[in-house]
């Protein structure tokens, strides 16, 4: 077979893999991203190692280095869509609880998981790049399960759902931060000049792209919404988020990933009517290919092999450093702005799970050498393990007594 024609049957093979295991995972009450994770494992070197298979793919690693790029593509769509949920009205009116239990929630996981790199003999940058990466909180599984308790609309789950938007918006911000001023190589941080330079480059973009951006694209999916074009403002939106994406590597000197969330936060300021069709047709794009193909890939860059003996221990560690901060600082923060201690604890429980933010920002560090193969896969196993403990322990603290 040709490149291209191998390249067609492992997205095939990968979208079929993803798509089987997110229903079986969905089947037992878990999110289909964690069946998606687990089939990334399956078929990546932790078990098959599927593009290794020389008979089936003679160019393996040529194709993978492609399925890669689909899986960008797929961050990319997967942070417009995160923009597009941010609702600023609804973060207003939960008020000081979504602040402060946000950026405990972010402060807690730096400090603890950035201490157990320390202690296991990590650099300093690279201890607290850890804790960013764990600093993500995917609240969609712990939302599912309020929903199905009926208990998301009281003050616990308004609270978790505004300081998630806190959390990853913290988290994206400054991760933007630490690449700029950690690039990947030598040059580019000459090139970036002065840790104030890059700072204020960083803002700079920030405020002119939003403040444009907030005015302009809503304008411009109005005026196209207007037209007979085919799917057009679903065409302004992953338009806004490449351009935007570029602008923010190219001149922000930030991750791509800000780009797109910038272009979803200003196009959710649409019409009603025209915002649900951007989600509607991003959404079938997103979750019928790129989406599945970057969860798979994470599995494909995760080998579990690699937990040895040496590494076990800081993989155990850092789980259960990634369980208790979220606890401790989401809770602290629910607790500081008048919740009682049960209320807290829920709040803090429901931010324990981790998900695509902290995947995202993972793969960035591979990708700019700030973390090596061993130590994703110990992050992997976190991912997994605190996706698996949330659901039973939401539903375990709403079982308590007021």
């Known amino acids: 077979m040709t490149e291209t024609l191998q390249l067609f049957f492992g997205l ?31 078929v990546g070197p932790s078990l098959i190692n599927l593009f290794h298979i020389a008979a089936l793919f003679p160019d393996g690693k040529s194709v993978e280095h492609m399925v890669m790029e689909f899986a960008e593509m797929g961050v ?12 600023l009205n609804s973060l207003l009116k939960v008020g000081r609880t979504a602040v402060i239990g946000g950026l405990l929630g972010v402060i807690a996981p730096i400090l603890i ?34 929903l199905e308790l009926g208990v998301l609309h009281r003050k616990e789950g308004l609270a978790l759902l505004a300081a998630a938007i806190v959390d990853d918006v913290l988290v994206i911000l400054l991760m933007s931060v630490f690449l700029a001023l950690n690039p990947a190589d030598a040059g580019a941080s000459a090139e970036g000049g002065s840790v104030v330079e890059v700072i204020v480059r960083l ?26 074009i085919s799917a057009g403002v679903v065409g302004v939106a992953v338009v806004s988020a490449l351009v935007l994406g570029v602008a923010a590597e190219a001149i922000g ?6 780009g797109a969330f910038i272009a979803g936060v200003c196009l959710g300021r649409s019409d009603h009517h025209i915002k649900e069709k951007i989600e509607e047709g991003l959404h079938m794009m997103s979750y019928g290919m790129f989406v599945p193909i970057f969860f798979v890939s994470i599995g494909l860059q995760a080998n579990l092999r690699l937990l040895d003996a040496a590494i076990l221990p800081f993989a155990l560690l850092l ?16 607790w500081l702005t008048g919740f009682n201690r049960l209320s807290s604890l829920r709040l803090g429980i429901g931010m324990i799970s981790r998900g695509e933010v902290g995947l995202i920002v993972a793969a960035l560090g591979v ?36």
Request: hydrophobic share 60%; net charge neutral.
């Open 12 to 42: 095939a093979i990968l979208i079929t893999v993803a798509k089987a295991f997110g229903y079986l995972s969905s089947r037992f009450g878990q999110p289909a991203v964690l069946g998606e994770l687990v089939a990334g494992v399956l």
């Open 76 to 87: 990319l769509l997967l942070m417009l869509s995160a923009g597009l949920e941010v609702d």
């Open 113 to 146: 998981a950035g201490a157990t790199a320390l202690a296991f003999g990590y650099e300093m940058d690279k201890a607290i790049f850890i804790g960013l990466i764990l600093a993500a909180t995917s609240v969609s599984i712990s939302a599912q399960v309020m």
């Open 203 to 228: 803002v700079g973009f920030i405020v002119v792209a939003s403040g444009l951006s907030w005015f302009v694209l809503p304008f411009i999916a109005k005026q196209v919404n207007k037209t007979s």
């Open 253 to 258: 000197g930030m991750a791509f990933i800000t």
């Open 319 to 334: 789980t259960l450093g990634a369980i208790l901060s979220k606890i401790i600082g989401a809770g602290a923060g629910g």
């Open 367 to 402: 990708a700019n050498g700030l973390i090596q193969e061993n130590t994703f896969a110990a992050i992997v196993l976190v991912v997994l393990v605190t996706t698996v403990i949330t659901p039973p322990l939401v539903r375990w603290s709403f079982a308590k007594s007021e």
